[in-house]
T-cell receptor, first 115, second 110 residues
C-alpha cells in the first residue's frame, strides 16, 4: 500500500533563512512524488513533481525538492523564505508501477515564516 | 482552456438531510476525477476516484457515495448526513500529468 509521512506538524523559520519541509514515502513500485501548497479556505495548488530523471526538481515560487531513493524521501526546500510562503504544505505519492491512479497525501506541514 | 468548477462553495445542512456536491471540468476528455475530504484543516482523505463514466472506486466505507453521469461531471452524495460528515470537500482532476484541485466545498452539518 502507498503511504506518505510528514513528520513535522509545523515548521517555523525566519524570513530570509532557508527552509526544509520533510516528506518520506512508501510504495511497492516506483514513485511519482508531488508537493502542493494550500492557503486558508482554498484548494491545493501544485508546486512541483518528481517523475523520473534528475533527483533535484525545481518548481514554482522558488521551491525545489530532492528525491532520495535510498532514504525514500522527497524533502521540499527553498533557499530564502518569504513571509508569503506561510501556508500548509502537502506531500503526495502515486505508485507508478502498480497501475493505480490513486494519489495519497500526507497529513500536511504548516509553515510559518516569521518577519 | 482547462478548468475545474466545484459548487456550492459553502453549505450548512442539518443532520439527516441529503447532500449533493457537484464538480465539472472543461478542456479534456475522459479525465480521471477525484473526491477528497479534509477534516480540521489538515490531512486529505481520498474518498472516491473515477477513471471513466460509471467507473467509481471507493476508498473508505462511509456515509457517502459518488457518481459520474457524464464524462466531465463528478457528484458526491449522501442520503442522510451525519455530524462527522462535516469538512472541506475537494474535487480534483488530471488535465495533464498531475492533480489539479477545485476551490473546495465547505460542509457544516449541524
Amino acid at each position: 500500500a502507498q503511504s506518505v509521512a510528514q513528520p513535522e506538524d509545523q515548521v517555523n523559520v525566519a524570513e530570509g533563512n532557508p527552509l526544509t519541509v520533510k516528506c518520506t514515502y512508501s510504495v511497492s513500485g516506483n514513485p511519482y512524488l508531488f508537493w502542493y501548497v494550500q492557503y486558508p479556505n482554498r484548494g491545493l495548488q501544485f508546486l512541483l513533481k518528481y517523475i523520473t530523471g534528475d533527483n533535484l526538481v525545481k518548481g514554482s515560487y522558488g521551491f525545489e525538492a530532492e528525491f532520495n531513493k535510498s532514504q525514500t524521501s522527497f524533502h521540499l526546500k527553498k533557499p530564502s523564505a518569504l513571509v508569503s510562503d506561510s501556508a500548509l504544505y502537502f506531500c503526495a505519492v502515486r505508485d507508478a508501477t502498480s497501475g493505480t491512479y490513486k494519489y495519497i497525501f500526507g497529513t500536511g506541514t504548516r509553515l510559518k515564516v516569521l518577519a | 482552456s482547462q478548468t475545474i468548477h466545484q459548487w456550492p462553495a459553502t453549505l450548512v445542512q442539518p443532520v439527516g438531510s441529503p447532500l449533493s456536491l457537484e464538480c465539472t471540468v472543461e478542456g479534456t476528455s475522459n479525465p480521471n476525477l477525484y473526491w477528497y475530504r479534509q477534516a480540521a484543516g489538515r490531512g486529505l482523505q481520498l474518498l472516491f476516484y473515477s477513471v471513466g463514466i460509471g467507473q467509481i472506486s471507493s476508498e473508505v466505507p462511509q456515509n457517502l457515495s459518488a457518481s459520474r453521469p457524464q464524462d466531465r461531471q463528478f457528484i458526491l452524495s449522501s442520503k442522510k448526513l451525519l455530524l462527522s460528515d462535516s469538512g472541506f470537500y475537494l474535487c480534483a482532476w488530471i488535465p495533464s500529468g498531475e492533480l489539479f484541485f477545485g476551490e473546495g466545498s465547505r460542509l457544516t452539518v449541524l
